[in-house]
């Protein structure tokens, strides 16, 4: 067992979350359990059940970025890389039911800024691990893609009953073939000299949109 009342408040509200979701009740019985001190628990997690339902998705996030660095895809297409990185990120989930206890949590309006930022992360944490160098708009459009496949497979993966979940994997791969054929209409748009000059002056100003240089959370960048 870990002595770190983190890991120990963690794996402690795990039992819990099943039955009585992301909350007081379940921070609770998880700080009696662990026999963390209560107040060391709320220091470390001010909003109780929030605050480790945070730090959950987060472990799931550390547990993908493991699983791609084990993975060679030696012979992967991009697309087959970025598929695999999303279906290491749901494999990582012990319980789809924790999951599932999530997911309604950050639907709340209160946590919904929470909830989008986690999934933002982890479509940040799959490209960077991937390699993506970008450093204009297309930092922000390639992980707000990736966070619609990702929460759209999550959701559907969690009412899949087929075996070893292969329909969430052929939807997976439906959704990201979606996202080819939208870029390969972005290219075609730009390529055409009936749209290109149409868009000469969107393109102009979206070429001054840079990167974060620093936190990645940093989401509306700078213009250079």
Do not use: C
Request: charged share 25%; aromatic share 10%.
């Amino acid at each position: 067992m870990s002595d770190d009342p983190q890991t120990q408040l963690l794996d402690a509200i795990l039992m819990h979350v099943p039955f009585d979701g992301w909350s007081q009740a379940s921070f609770d019985a998880a700080v009696q359990d662990s026999d963390v001190d209560p107040i060391v628990a709320r220091g470390l997690f001010p909003r109780g059940a929030v605050d480790l339902a945070v730090a959950y998705h987060k472990a799931g996030d550390a547990e993908m970025l493991r699983r791609i660095d084990a993975d060679p895809m030696e012979g992967y297409r991009f697309r087959d890389k970025v598929a695999a990185a999303v279906r290491h990120r749901i494999e990582a989930v012990d319980d789809r039911e924790v999951v599932r206890r999530g997911t309604t949590l950050f639907a709340l309006p209160t946590h919904a800024a929470d909830g989008a930022k986690l999934i933002w992360g982890t479509a940040d944490a799959i490209w960077t691990a991937l390699g993506d160098t970008s450093d204009d708009v297309n930092w922000y459009t390639k992980r707000a893609t990736l966070s619609g496949v990702y929460s759209s497979t999550v959701l559907f993966w969690l009412g899949d009953d087929s075996p070893d979940h292969s329909a969430t994997w052929e939807f997976l791969d439906r959704r990201i073939e979606d996202v080819m054929r939208f870029e390969k209409f972005k290219a075609a748009v730009n390529s055409n000299p009936l749209t290109k000059g149409l868009m000469a002056f969107p393109n102009a100003f979206l070429s001054r949109v840079k990167a974060p240089k620093t936190d990645p959370s940093d989401l509306p960048g700078h213009l250079g």
